[in-house]
């Protein structure tokens, strides 16, 4: 499954209606756990830190 086909997610949200009001995608996971295993302050500022510049080649 593709999170950027909107009929994908559409079908997974409603296979999965029974799970409750949040639901992520597989995909996107591990990128929901990382901040959940943080303090919550933690996590707060490193999601409200603005990015670092990236330097081009």
């Known amino acids: 499954m593709s999170a950027t086909e909107p009929s994908d997610v559409a079908r997974f949200a ?3 209606l029974d799970r409750g009001p ?3 995608l597989p995909e996107l996971a591990a990128g929901f ?4 295993a943080m303090p919550r302050r ?3 500022e ?6 670092e510049p990236q330097m081009r080649r």
Request: hydrophobic share 60%; no cysteine.
């Open 14 to 16: 409603l296979a999965n």
């Open 42 to 44: 933690q996590a707060v």
């Open 33 to 36: 756990a990382a901040p959940q």
């Open 46 to 51: 490193k999601m409200t830190r603005a990015p």
């Open 22 to 24: 949040v639901l992520v």
